[in-house]
């Protein structure tokens, strides 16, 4: 989605970090990745990929942790170049 709230520098680095973390992903969780991004609610997305809620709840979870310390990993490779 557009939005006008997040400074530019944010949205750059978003936009280019999401596709490369989203690309390390098995292909099944990177499904969830993106029916959850399109605004999809839980139960729907466990419907549609044969999960209980409870664990796209999880994966929720998981997806934010590793997206985090991808960003971080990648902050800290700038700073050696």
């Given at each position: 989605?557009?939005?006008?709230q ?8 978003f936009?280019c ?11 099944s969780?990177?499904?969830?990745v993106?029916e959850l991004?399109?605004?999809h ?25 590793d997206y985090?310390a ?12």
């Amino acid at each position: 989605r557009d939005n006008t709230q997040t400074p530019i520098l944010d949205q750059v680095q978003f936009r280019c970090d999401f596709p490369r973390w989203l690309g390390r992903l098995p292909s099944s969780k990177r499904r969830v990745v993106e029916e959850l991004a399109l605004g999809h609610r839980t139960q729907d997305v466990a419907a549609a990929v044969g999960l209980t809620p409870g664990r796209v709840s999880q994966l929720r979870q998981e997806f934010h942790d590793d997206y985090r310390a991808f960003c971080e990993g990648e902050a800290g490779n700038d700073v050696n170049v």
